[in-house]
């Protein structure tokens, strides 16, 4: 199993950015996908995660700034995140999770510049 993300990069504040992961080398539908993102110095911690009925959580921070979004079919999950700010800073991790694993992507950066 693979997760491929992609959309990171630098923003400025205000702005707007979408990650996309797109999850391949398994038929297994996951339970739960989402994104995680780990700032400088700090531990990885979620930042929203949808499971495969269509529940959505979000960490208190982005709730209102950001819309996870997930395609059972095509076995992708996209995060849309506005009003950046300079705390939004971080390595964004796609997550899988089925009930036979936890797989992660390799990241990508977000930089946003005030």
């Known amino acids: 199993v693979q997760l491929q993300a992609s959309g990171g990069g630098l923003v400025q504040a205000g702005g707007s950015l979408r990650l996309s992961c797109v999850v391949t080398?398994?038929?297994?539908?996951?339970?739960?996908m989402g994104w995680y993102r780990q700032a400088p110095g700090k531990q990885r911690d979620m930042v929203a995660v949808?499971?495969?009925?269509?529940?959505?959580q979000y960490t208190d921070s982005v709730k209102g700034r950001c819309t996870i979004s997930r395609d059972n079919g095509k076995n992708t999950i996209d995060l849309v995140m506005n009003n950046l700010n300079d705390e939004d800073t971080a390595v964004y991790y796609c997550?899988?999770?089925?009930?036979?694993?936890?797989?992660w992507g390799e990241g990508t950066l977000v930089t946003v510049s005030s």
């Open positions: 080398g398994s038929n297994v539908r996951m339970n739960v």
């Open positions: 949808a499971t495969n009925t269509g529940r959505t």
């Open positions: 997550h899988a999770q089925t009930l036979g694993g936890t797989y």
